[in-house]
């Protein structure tokens, strides 16, 4: 580890065991990691999407928001269970220090997951390295995808473009599961 990279770790994923869907991020940025949320920065626009589909007020208490989720059968993880990285950038994760979380463990507890969904190309970029080869048979064909990441460095889409992506993706496979 170099003298400006910090050791992270994720934190526990939001989920009831009658979760459909799953939204894995790659890692949290710092003020994540300091506020022990999900998508704590307020440029992030992950809870401005989800205010948009599932109409969660992101300005609603933490807990409230995350109970609110987990009503609509959707989880929230991490690839990651650590990694050392400087600053909050996908970019800056160093390759040779990824430790990815036991998928094998979360899709048993959650058996009733029909798709995941990748918060942006590196967390799907990371999934499919390190965690898709080491799937049980029962888990290996779930269904993927990628969505645009919601992360402030992510520029390219403006918010109501990432909602309207978001919303296609995520309402296609809630009405096949339903």
């Known amino acids: 580890m170099s003298a400006n990279e910090s050791r992270c770790y994720s ?9 459909e869907i799953l ?3 790659s ?21 401005s999407i989800m205010q948009s589909l599932f109409a969660i007020e992101k300005s609603w208490p933490y807990q409230q928001r995350c ?9 929230v993880w991490d690839v990651l ?19 990815a979380n036991d998928f ?12 995941v969904f990748f918060n942006g190309a590196k967390a799907e ?7 898709q ?23 390219a889409l403006s918010l109501e473009k990432k909602q309207i992506i978001w919303r296609e993706q995520l309402s296609s496979i809630k009405q096949l599961i339903q």
Request: aromatic share 10%.
């Open 81 to 99: 269970k650590a990694c050392d990285r400087s600053g909050s950038l996908d970019s800056n994760i160093a390759p040779d220090s990824i430790e």
């Open 27 to 47: 890692m949290p940025g710092l003020e994540s990691l300091r506020q022990q949320q999900y998508y704590a920065h307020p440029r992030n626009a992950f809870w």
């Open 67 to 75: 109970e609110l989720l987990t009503q609509q059968r959707v989880a």
């Open 23 to 25: 939204i894995l991020g």
């Open 125 to 131: 970029q990371i999934y499919m390295k390190y965690v």
């Open 133 to 155: 080869a080491s799937l049980e048979k029962p888990w290996q064909n779930i269904t993927t995808s990628r969505l645009p990441s919601t992360s402030p460095a992510n520029a």
């Open 104 to 115: 094998n463990a979360f899709f048993q507890a959650h058996p009733n997951i029909q798709a």
């Open 11 to 19: 934190f526990p994923p939001i989920a009831k065991p009658s979760a």
